[in-house]
């Protein structure tokens, strides 16, 4: 059974924050790709997604944190990822997704490590 996933959104200075609770799966991407299409990101701006609190992680919630690569790529934004729980990371670094991917320990670092685009 799939472990129920929360999703919280919140906006900063920076740009959105998503943060994630629970497996991110088949069965949940959909609540995430959802929660992607709701964004109103704009240039020059930083999406996180915080992944402290995720339990689960399969095939389809790593397709679905790249889907979230495009989507803020898209809106010429950047993404960054926040507190990547150790088996996230190793698959990273397994398939190469820790050279796409800007990781913080916490979506707080990612926030303060982002530069507004200069005017």
Known sequence: MTERLTLLTRTTTAGAVI????GLDHHTAPEVRAALAGLDLR???QLVLDLAGITFCDSTGITVLIAARNHALAADATIALAAVPERVDRIFRIVG???VFSTHPTAQAAETAW?????
């Open 19 to 22: 943060e994630l609770t629970g």
């Open 115 to 119: 530069r507004p685009p200069a005017t």
């Open 97 to 99: 997704l820790e050279q």
């Open 43 to 45: 240039p020059g701006q």
